[in-house]
């Protein structure tokens, strides 16, 4: 897979030092498990879609239904965006007057198709099983019938990220649930 920093891109001066190298990537990859998907929509609006993912040999698996906006839009155009962010609070500044967002980000572009090969199926479908319920032993038939596991090819990732100076304070992220 083509892993390469932002910094290889046209940054603002103060975002070149934030960038994430390949292995910060694949790092945060692997302790996260949840992306949005971009997709570009027949009307040729952008379609996000929240999924959960695994990186497995080199690619990125998702899975959902076999039938819906996602898997018409990558029929019609398989290139595709996955974009999988961590908000860890918000740093104040010193003086009080400023503040920004504590954070890691990965975007991956490529291009995806849905696999049609069973056992390459299985071991990806159980791949991210397990990634987000590690106990989950084995995939059955029904399932396996019912899914479909997307493969995404990835032709360029980017990383960046912002971590706090040391004498500002960090504010955790406040999430509110709907009731």
Known sequence: MPLRSEGDRVLQPKMQKNAMGSEEILSFLENNQCGVLSTTGDDGYPYGTPMDFVFLDDRVYFHGRGVGEKLSNLQRDPRCCL?????????????????????????????????????????????????????????????????????????????????????????????????
Request: charged share 30%.
């Open 83 to 179: 974009t999988v962010h961590r908000c860890h609070g918000h740093e104040v500044f010193p003086d009080g007057k400023r503040i920004t967002t504590v954070y890691d980000s990965v975007v991956l572009r490529g291009e995806a198709s849905v696999i049609e090969d069973r056992e390459c199926k299985e071991k990806a479908l159980l791949a991210l099983c397990r990634k987000v319920v590690p106990s989950y032993a084995s995939v059955d038939d029904k399932a396996m019938e019912m899914t479909a596991v997307i493969e995404m090819r990835v032709v360029h990732a980017s990383g960046k990220r912002h971590r706090p100076g040391p004498e500002s304070r960090v504010i955790p992220c406040v999430c509110r649930e709907s009731e």
